[in-house]
């Protein structure tokens, strides 16, 4: 057996949050408890919460509900082709590498992730992604219009993950500009939108996706911005699975509208669900920093901000650009 695929059905085992002996699982797989340690200490270090006890073995500080990639293919009916992966550097990069190569992806093609050692967030960033813990999704979407649609795709992208989100846990949870979703000012979801074409004629786009859904305590203490996860704000269990049918549910829906009519309808949803509507923020670009009233975005998706000097308004596109709250 493979040492990833070992690794990945010790997880399985563990994943009851039952304690399992190392010889146990050494009989079970036909190698010795040495090397059972060895696979234990990889996937803590991958970010899985294991604890051992003396006399009686490893045990996840708690159950996790694994992906299951069958699951979510009967939940969605086969709308969209699925594939889920143990360990991927990347699910972004792992459909980028697709489009550069010139491999056939069907339209709506998704790729899943129990662990990502390289994700990556919006302006290089890294994006924490511990094992068996969050939503890490990417999701490719073929246009016709060339880059410049784009353009104001994240914000639809938003929309979607809100309801996503929100059918979950039953909250209502706001937008942040261009490219979070949060509750109550905290971090929940993330977006990171790649493109790939000509700027006339189709267009290759990767939508990928990163929801916090059970957060361990190891990992959070990589992470220097407020955040949440799902299971704080849910009353029930949460299941990863079902989470991943509902986002792919709520992006047919939103990627058929934006195919139809862009940010025309879309952005009255987003500004109805603006984190910072009407109050004071910061748009950071680079070593530049305006101060305004943050108004919503239009339909093109650009974000309206006020001067509350003398009420004049400017207009700030996507890009390397930050918004921050004013304290």
């Known amino acids: ?80 082709s699925i594939d889920v992966f143990p360990i991927i550097d990347s699910t972004n990069e792992f459909l980028m590498t697709k489009i550069r190569n010139s491999d056939h992806i069907s339209d709506g093609h998704t790729v899943l992730a129990e662990c990502q050692t390289s994700g990556r967030g919006r302006r290089g960033r890294t994006w924490v992604s511990p094992f068996g813990s969050h939503i890490y999704f990417s999701q490719y979407r073929k246009m016709e219009d060339g880059l410049a649609a784009a353009s104001g795709l994240s914000l639809a992208v938003g929309v979607a993950v809100k309801n996503a989100c929100q059918a979950i846990t039953g909250l209502e949870l706001q937008l942040k500009w261009p490219n979070d979703i949060l509750y109550q000012k905290q971090k929940v979801a993330g977006i990171l939108v790649e493109a790939e074409g000509q700027s006339d004629g189709v267009c290759h786009l990767v939508i990928g996706i990163g929801i916090n859904v059970d957060m361990p305590q190891g990992s959070a203490e990589q992470i220097d911005q407020p955040w949440t996860d ?62 305004g009233r943050c108004l919503g975005i239009d339909q093109s998706g650009a974000l309206i901000v006020e001067n509350p000097a003398d009420g004049s308004r400017f207009k700030v596109f996507g890009g390397e650009v930050s918004l921050r709250g004013v304290a």
């Open 1 to 80: 057996m493979a040492k990833l695929e070992l690794k990945t059905e010790i997880a399985s085992i563990l994943a009851d949050g039952n304690f399992h002996s190392g010889e146990e699982l050494g009989q079970l797989f036909g190698v010795s408890r040495t090397a059972i340690s060895n696979h234990v200490k990889a996937l803590i270090d991958l970010g899985l919460d294991i604890f051992s006890v003396h006399g009686k073995g490893y045990k996840l500080a708690e159950s996790i509900d694994l992906l299951n990639a069958e699951e979510i293919r009967q939940g969605l009916g086969n709308s969209n």
């Open 230 to 291: 799902l299971k704080q704000l849910s009353e029930r269990q949460i299941n990863r699975n079902e989470i991943a049918i509902e986002l792919c549910h709520q992006l047919n829906i939103v990627m058929g509208e934006y195919r139809e009519h862009r940010l025309d309808n879309l952005y009255k949803e987003w500004n109805l669900a603006n984190a910072f509507k009407d109050s004071m923020v910061n748009i950071i670009a680079n070593k530049n920093t305006q101060t």
